[in-house]
């Protein structure tokens, strides 16, 4: 048999220990063998590795060859520029890196938030003498004391309770604190036990001593603990699209590389111009500043969500929360509001809602009176429940003076508690429980003020509405009262009882939820509760928020979870309308695995203890940043500064816009490298000076490209992105669509633009075709300033094209990204900088350019303005046609 199905001195006997607790002796051994009270730590990977490895992975290692063909080509070819070639790309490595490794730390917290729920020291029973020890020191065996407000150390088995409920909501999710007492519990599971107490969880009244019979990580906080740290997270959607994309623009920007090292060697070119023809090919066709580009704009993304009070821990969780197809809630304090409320009562034959309550009625004395909370500061302290009921109580102002003469506290066998109270129309017994406790007590019922007799017709409508309350999830506790005498025995309080009414309590729902769960469904994202809650409750609050349709919904009970397999959890998640309760941590970890095997990109909100593991295993983690515990929030990507589920919604409309910016800035990045690699096929295959030299390359992608991209990634979500359902799991960042844009089509307009300023510049000097320029030549040196010139000016325009695919470039307006003329500004000041400064015709190998080189520049930039605007207008109509 479990302890808890043993009674108090078998569950001694079972662990070994006595009245009198353990010896020290006993205690050391056990701990040597069952290890410390303290939550485990695995073994993490150290800091500095995660480092080196942003320094390491393929698209590093390709601009690491390609700085050592930089070098080495500076060693055989010394005073040609490469050393600072190499160093440029070493710089880029640097910079990648760093960005990188911000954007991949994780802050490994959650273990020391979940150390925080225990307490430092404990009252325990020692060689028959009471100590206070570190709690640490705890072992099975050991007999301790606790009372109201306390944190339990470890979980324990009640040895003796008097008037204990427990609060358990960090740790199951259950709204209402729950009653122990020493009893033992034959047909419930351990963890649904009364006489169990877990560590983590606190007494919210009573007093009491238990046995500890684990500790640590075979507790049940400790083994959360392991399923948060076994559970490494999952790489967001966007983390997995960049690293695709890495790899398959490094691989093509090596073997492109390869491919015309072999072509160069094979025509005849020299090692040192085939090592720079490789190079620049390679440098290309990497677009160096992809990397910090992707983590500023999510960066900036972040802070917009921040003034919409969700707080983004993890940057890459900005962009996940927009591909969200289904969000799994936690009830307790994200859908409700953590507190209990009066919802309804039923008294004088009637159910009523509570405003409704005569300021007169004998009720309020029942309410205000029989409760066991305590007068703080500023509130009442105690079970939440009572503190609804005093407040409903006192709600129409004071109750009148009174006095307890008697009491007879709650207990789990009664299931009620009864006063005796002295007041100024005598004494008085109040009572309340459960309604199959109180009822049968009762004699007669009070009714219009006198009291009536309680038959057969009354009883059943009492029944009746009994019934109609506990349909809207409620739960409900029976009142009654009768005259006394004032020297009556607490044992006898509770006879020849008056019914008096019922009330109908509630954790509500939150005001905004609905009108978040109506936008979350047009915006085709699936909502699910998973509560650690009952059932009927959950499925009550679900109705009244709008999460469930009229039909009854699919419940299934972590019982009934723990009998299915994956399988049969994948189909059954396939109903419209579902709801998991009373389900344990693993389990709820369980449900976000089978929805990410059916290629569902999964949120978990949650704010408990119990939700970490989930919280970490999802694709993005939300936790809230009140009410939440901080083992949630260190393990969450994303905290509600509000607890607002509403702010979910807002979070969702930022992250779907961050994928689409990152498109646009993406199509903006990559149009610059046909113009980068087309100079280079040039230079080989039509045998002319070099129009663009590496270093100028490196200009445009880590200088002028990335102030305009980020402020394409800067750019307002649409006004119909919430109408629109997720993307597919397998809808890729760089689409064929977007590379034939870029690549095809754009890039080759900015190609033709920059060799035509590179020609114009030679012709005005009179260049002849097969005569060879050194690289210090001034008309040399301006015709690839020409050349990058006019990719710069074809990028300004281009920064508008890219707005949007198929809508016209200027639609949006001018006024709505202002960052966008400031990242231009930045981008001419840039330019001017390289053009027609010392130190940037030095470090840039540039030269002054004459004013009659700026309308070609401008001509072109134009007219890639108009073909692109013309190519839009046919892709609409084009669609336009096709709805037809």
């Known amino acids: 048999m479990k302890i808890h199905q043993l009674d108090p001195a078998a569950a001694l006997a079972s662990l070994q220990v006595t009245d009198a607790g353990l010896t020290s002796g006993e ?4 701990q040597q063998e069952f290890g410390r009270n303290h939550l485990p730590r695995l073994k993490r990977t150290p800091l500095w590795l995660k480092f080196l490895r942003e320094f390491t992975h393929f698209f590093a290692l390709i601009l690491w060859v390609a700085a050592a063909q930089a070098f080495f080509a500076a060693w055989r070819e010394p005073g040609e520029g490469m050393a600072t070639l190499g160093t440029a790309i070493l710089l880029v490595i640097l910079i990648n890196g760093l960005f990188s490794f911000w954007q991949e730390y994780r802050a490994e917290t959650a273990i020391n938030a979940l150390q925080r729920l225990l307490p430092h ?33 470890a979980d324990c088995r009640l040895l003796e309770g008097f008037g204990m409920q427990v609060n358990n909501a960090a740790l199951t999710g259950e709204s209402v604190p729950a009653s122990r007492s020493a009893e033992a519990d034959l047909h419930c599971a351990l963890n649904q036990a009364r006489n169990i107490l877990f560590a983590g969880t606190s007494l919210v009244t009573g007093n009491g001593r238990a046995l500890v019979f684990a500790t640590g990580e075979h507790s049940a906080v400790g083994v959360i603990a392991q399923l948060t740290q076994a559970s490494g997270g999952q790489a967001s959607p966007l983390q997995l699209e960049i690293r695709r994309l890495s790899h398959l623009v490094a691989w093509l920007a090596c073997a492109l590389g390869g491919v015309f090292f072999l072509i160069g060697s094979w025509i005849g070119l020299p090692l040192y111009a085939n090592l720079m023809f490789s190079i620049g090919v390679i440098v290309a066709n990497v677009p160096e500043g992809l990397l910090p580009t992707v983590t500023l704009s999510l960066a900036i993304a972040s802070q917009r969500m921040a003034r919409r009070n969700a707080l983004v821990r993890h940057l890459t969780a900005v962009e996940t929360l927009g591909s969200t197809s289904v969000i799994c809630t936690d009830k307790t304090g994200t859908l409700t509001q953590n507190r209990m409320s009066v919802r309804a009562l039923y008294l004088d034959g009637a159910l009523i809602e509570p405003t409704q309550l005569p300021g007169d009625h004998l009720l309020r004395e029942i309410l205000g009176r029989c409760h066991d909370l305590k007068r703080g500061r500023e509130a009442w302290l105690g079970d939440p429940m009572e503190v609804a009921l005093v407040g409903l109580a006192e709600g129409n102002g004071p109750l009148s003076e009174s006095r307890r003469l008697q ?12 006063v005796l109270q002295d007041t100024a129309q005598g004494p008085r017994v109040y009572v309340k429980g459960a309604l199959e406790s109180v009822l049968p007590l009762c004699r007669q019922q009070w009714s219009g003020g006198a009291a009536q007799a309680l038959d057969d017709a009354a009883r059943q409508a009492i029944l009746a509405a009994h019934d109609a309350l506990a349909e809207r999830g409620l739960r409900i506790l029976a ?7 004032g020297d009556e025995s607490s044992d006898s309080l509770d006879r020849n009882l008056r019914f008096a009414g019922l009330v109908g309590l509630e954790d509500p729902p939150r005001a905004e939820v609905p009108e978040a769960i109506r936008q979350c469904r047009s915006a085709g ?18 109705r009244e928020i709008g999460l469930l349709s009229a039909a009854p919904p699919t419940v299934i009970s972590g019982e009934q979870l723990g009998h299915l397999s994956d399988i049969q959890l994948q189909l059954a998640l396939d109903q419209p309308d579902i709801v998991f309760a009373r389900v344990a941590a693993e389990q709820k970890m369980r449900i976000v695995r089978v929805l990410q095997s059916k290629k569902q990109v999964v949120a978990v909100t949650g704010d408990g203890v119990n939700d970490a593991p989930a919280l970490k295993q999802a694709n993005i983690g939300i936790a809230m940043g009140l009410s939440g515990t901080d083992a949630a929030r260190e393990s969450a990507d994303l905290i509600l500064l509000d607890d607002n589920f509403a702010s979910i919604v807002a979070a969702v409309e930022e992250g779907r816009a961050v994928f689409a910016n990152l498109r646009k800035f993406l ?17 080989v295959l039509l045998r002319i000076p070099l129009p663009l030299t590496v270093i100028q390359m490196l200009a445009v992608d880590l200088g002028t490209n990335i102030f305009p991209a980020l402020a394409l990634g800067a750019e307002k979500p649409g006004a119909d992105i919430m109408q629109q359902a997720p993307r597919q799991h397998d809808e890729r960042l760089l689409n064929s669509a ?20 590179f020609f114009f510049v030679l012709a005005q000097g009179h260049w002849q075709y097969g005569t060879a320029l050194a690289s210090n030549d001034p008309l040399y040196l301006s015709a690839t300033s020409a050349c990058f010139a006019s990719i710069v000016v074809t990028q300004v325009v281009n920064v508008f094209l890219c707005r949007h695919p198929r809508r016209p470039s200027f639609g949006a ?29 030095l470090l840039f190998a540039t030269h002054p350019l004459p004013a009659s080189v700026w309308p070609v520049a401008i001509a072109c930039a134009l007219a890639m303005l108009l073909l692109e605007e013309t190519r839009k207008g046919l892709v609409r109509r084009w669609d336009a046609a096709g709805t037809v």
Request: aromatic share 10%; glycine share 6%.
């Open 27 to 30: 205690a050391v051994r056990r």
């Open 121 to 153: 020291s404990v009252k325990a029973l020692r060689d028959g003498h009471t100590q206070v020890l570190d709690a640490s020191e705890l072992v099975p065996g050991d007999i301790i004391f606790i009372q109201e407000g306390d944190q339990i150390p």
């Open 407 to 418: 009491e007879q506290p709650f207990d789990t066998q009664r299931k009620r508690m009864a």
């Open 479 to 485: 009142l009654a009262w009768r005259p006394a005498r």
């Open 525 to 542: 994202i699936r909502v699910i509760m998973v509560t650690g809650d009952h059932a009927r409750t959950a499925c009550a609050i679900g």
């Open 667 to 683: 199509t903006y990045i990559l149009t610059s490298n046909i113009p980068e690699l087309v100079p280079y096929l040039a230079f």
């Open 738 to 757: 977007l590379i034939v844009r870029a690549y095809c089509f754009l890039g080759l307009l900015e190609a033709a633009a920059a060799l035509t300023a």
């Open 813 to 841: 307006g001018f006024t709505s990204n202002p960052m966008l003329f400031c990242a231009i500004g930045v981008e001419l000041s840039l330019l001017a900088f390289v053009l027609y400064t010392p130190w940037g015709n």
